[in-house]
């Protein structure tokens, strides 16, 4: 399948996909953040939300506007932090309506929200991508030119099989997996700063050789995160000590 292209209006240096094997593991967050910390080193960074059944970007930046139009594409809105944000939630008419849409459709949605967006200039487009490895996944990778991708896990066994799923399909699609991240890895108690393992031992270094990432970091359970995502504030989590860097997405 022919790879898409953006507009007259756009122009992307690289799109990287932010990828789970499963719903609910965080994988919006990290979208969010590696968005923030792009954004804070300086690039012109934007956000395909293209989970369109379960669309939570705008919500976790406190977008509350609809996306216009330039006449021609629509137009994304902007965080407050100057992060272009693109979802199925900035058209409907109430975000809280469920999305009944059959896999075509979505794929259709997902494949506009990439060539008649106007997203301008921008460095990274992060893809916040459809939790699974399912028809919708597939129909983005064949479509979206995705230069490389970010896997997110969780260290439950059951989650490692569904990795394994999701590096399967990357090495299919030939799409370089960047970086791994292993999400809810660990708690520090704030009180007594006593790291815990909640979830058992961490698996993120195993996994990352096992599948040949090179990069890969783990980040911890911290009830700021949901506070900050709930309150519409993903911008203000302090990245300071999530080391970010370590995936290298340049
Ligand atoms: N490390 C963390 N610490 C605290 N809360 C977290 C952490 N990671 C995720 N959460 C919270 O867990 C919930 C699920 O996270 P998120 O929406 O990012 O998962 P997801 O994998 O994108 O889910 P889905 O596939 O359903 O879209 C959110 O409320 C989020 O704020």
Redesign the pocket.
Known sequence: MEKLKTNDQSSIRKVIAVL?GK????????SCLLASSLKKQGYRVGILDA?IT?P?IPKAFGITDHATSDGVNMVPQKSKGGIQVMSVNLILDNPASPVLWRAPIISKAIRQFYENVSWGDLDFLLV?MP?GTGDVALTVFQSLPVDGLVL?TTPQDLVELIVEKSANMADLMNIPILGLVE??SYFTCPHCGEKTEIYGPSKVQDMARRYGIDKYLQ?????D??KK??QGMVEYIDLSDLDLFALSLD
């Open positions: 789970s719903g609910g593991v965080g994988k919006s967050l990290v989970d379960g939570s916040d939790p997110v999400n809810m980040l911890p359970i911290n009830p995160f949901a995502v709930d």
